[in-house]
């Protein structure tokens, strides 16, 4: 085997010094010996050297970052060096401030249960597709615990949906059906039996659900269509037959890390770890059974959800103090997030906004496009939540997408919250200027959506009949956020928008205010530098997870993650950045992932 040109150049230097000089060995300067030395164009995300030409790695740390010519000194004949000098680019692990990966993994073992549907789908089309799959497990001698779908869009629908139409395929089996933006639910009457909205005779048991609205026809009927938090209470509890078992979870988190893997993504805070009630602890235990068989090769932030239409709420911090204790020990587990609530979405009528909808005569969603739209907590409320989980060191990461919906929570972190403790707003579709302040002055992180800041030309032209002047030409602020000197990370909410929030595709969003081919920039004020995308992909991310003191940046001392991709993210044309391709992943100095040629 040929050795490479570095070692060989190393071990002549170290020669030339033991012979030639009078000092002896034990007089020269100490040489560690490097586990692992790559060579290329690295993109450090290090706040003061951007770039560098070559970084050293031993025992899964980083222990020397610099130029390609003070580099040879860490190779030896033992040192595995990685050339990439003009082929592309090196970068730090990336970070998901926030999504969905392990529920996206569980779904598929579900998959004789669960339906996919599109925007396209008219009302019958659905009740078409949920009628062929019981006939499917009908004619194979099955029978189905539960039906869960998601993907369709209620706003194009010529009718109200209505629960007496699932049942009309069938009343025995639990139906879940998930609208495109998950904040809004279809099901029937099994599953709202097991909810407990009505009992075996129809009678109602329930119709009010705190943070979230229960659905009525003009006759005050029941629809069997929920909104918002109400849609949380109807699949933990309407589905309960989806629990996945403790081995089904794990199975879930290595294909989910798999994934992470070959994306270059090495941090990742999951936007809902207690997916199936507040007592379940089979997403932690899964995470920690894999980081104690040292299976695990990322850091999983969790976020404890807290619901309103929980009973005494508040005490469930108490709660997420004892979840953060018991697995706060594994390495790799940052148990330390309390996901909250705000408000609904400002495109759905149900986000919280500083200024008043436009009304809809006939809205599709009763309560949305009226007022102010819907809040989901009161600022005192919001402040008992910052105050009593920051005291524990326990962040609270609120989805906010309305500028009322910031307002208060940046109000509430401002009188109750710790700023050392990483409190994160998440989306964030508006922010009025003075929140922008609050937000920097309490070390509020914007967990963003880098990708979300454009729209197609139909949904421009439905936002200015819906909402205020200022809400439909303006949408999800980026560049705001570091002109204010705010560490914004990136945020996919996976698997929402599933399908473009491969990096690589986002970053070129971000950069060119443009998801497909063709489309205008909607807000292109708001277009991020590339090297703006890459800090939030990295740095900023391990910061918002507090973990920017040994991730995030190619840096001496930390440890290394880093991703080796096939191109130049920072000069390839604007247009090609999507096409990127991962070729290599590191995690602690080894390699996790290597693109099948």
């Known amino acids: 085997m040929k050795k490479n040109f570095l070692q060989l150049t190393a071990m002549a230097l170290a020669f030339t010094f033991a012979a030639c000089s009078d000092k002896s060995t034990t007089d020269l300067p100490e040489i560690q010996t490097a586990d ?16 560098a030409e070559a970084f050293a790695v031993k025992d899964g740390k980083y222990i020397f970052v610099g130029s390609k010519a003070d580099a040879q000194q860490y190779i030896t004949p033992e040192t595995k060096v990685m050339d990439h000098t003009d082929k ?24 004789e249960n669960t339906l996919k549907f599109t925007s396209e789908d008219t009302y019958q089309d659905v009740l078409k597709k ?24 209620y706003m194009f629908f010529s009718q109200p949906r209505d629960y007496r139409d699932l049942d009309a395929i069938s009343a025995d089996i639990p139906m879940f059906l998930a609208s495109f933006d998950q904040h809004s639910c279809w099901c029937n009457s099994a599953a709202m039996i097991n909810a407990g909205i009505i009992d075996k005779d129809g009678n109602v ?29 109807l699949l933990t509890k309407g589905l309960k037959f989806m ?52 299976e695990l090769q990322l850091n999983y932030a969790l976020a404890y959800e ?24 594994h390495p790799h587990l940052l148990p330390n997030y309390i996901k909250l609530f705000a408000d609904g979405t400002v495109e759905g009528g149900t986000g919280w906004l500083l200024e008043p909808y436009k009304p809809l005569p006939e809205s599709p969603i009763p309560g949305a496009f009226q007022g102010y739209g819907m809040p989901l907590w009161t600022l005192d409320q919001l402040t008992e939540f910052a105050t009593k989980a920051n005291a524990h060191d326990i962040a609270i ?19 109750g919250g710790d700023r050392s403790v990483r409190n994160a707003l998440c989306h964030i579709r508006n922010v009025a200027a003075d929140d922008y302040k609050t937000m920097k002055e309490c070390n509020i992180a914007a967990a963003a959506a880098l990708n979300w800041h454009t729209q197609d030309d139909a949904n421009r032209e439905a936002f200015k009949m819906l909402l205020p002047e200022f809400y439909a030409t303006h949408s999800y602020p980026l560049k705001s956020f570091f ?3 705010i560490l914004v990370s990136s945020a996919t909410d996976t698997p929402a928008h599933d399908g473009v929030n491969y990096p690589f595709h986002i970053l070129q969003t971000a950069v060119t205010g443009v998801a497909e081919d063709g489309e205008t920039p909607w807000w292109p004020e708001e277009n991020l530098t590339r090297q703006q995308a890459l800090q939030a992909l990295t740095y900023n991310g391990a910061w918002q997870l507090g973990l920017e003191k040994e991730r995030g940046s190619i840096e001496a001392g930390k440890y290394a993650d880093f991703v080796i991709l096939d191109q130049d993210v920072l000069t390839c044309p604007t247009t090609d950045i999507h096409s990127t391709k991962v070729l290599s992943t590191f995690f602690e100095g080894k390699q996790v992932y290597t693109k099948k040629q």
């Open 36 to 51: 692992i030395v790559v060579i290329g164009k690295v993109f450090t995300a290090d706040n003061t050297e951007k770039m």
């Open 88 to 111: 592309g680019m090196i970068m730090p692990g990336m970070t998901d401030g926030h999504s969905h990966y392990i529920m996206q993994h569980v779904l598929p073992m579900f998959s």
């Open 130 to 153: 949920v009628k062929a799959k019981v006939d499917e497990a009908k004619a194979a001698g099955k029978t189905l615990k539960f039906i869960y779908g998601e993907g369709y869009n």
């Open 205 to 233: 048991l329930r119709d009010e659900i705190k943070g979230g609205v229960v659905g009525k026809d003009e006759q005050g009927r029941l629809q069997g269509v929920f909104y918002e938090r109400a849609t949380s209470l």
């Open 243 to 294: 629990r996945p078992t403790q081995e089904q979870a794990e199975t879930a988190i290595v294909n989910a890390q798999s994934y992470l893997h070959s994306v270059g993504i090495t941090n990742v805070l999951c936007g809902w770890a207690t997916y199936y009630g507040n007592d379940d602890k089979t997403f932690y235990q899964g995470l920690a059974n894999m980081d104690e068989r040292k």
């Open 306 to 329: 807290i619901e309103p239409y929980f009973d005494n709420p508040l005490g469930y911090v108490d709660e997420a103090v004892a979840f953060k204790q018991e697995f706060d020990k």
């Open 397 to 415: 990461h609120v989805h906010t997408m309305g500028d009322g919906a910031v307002h208060n929570t940046c109000e509430a972190i401002k009188a």
């Open 483 to 485: 002109d204010n000197g």
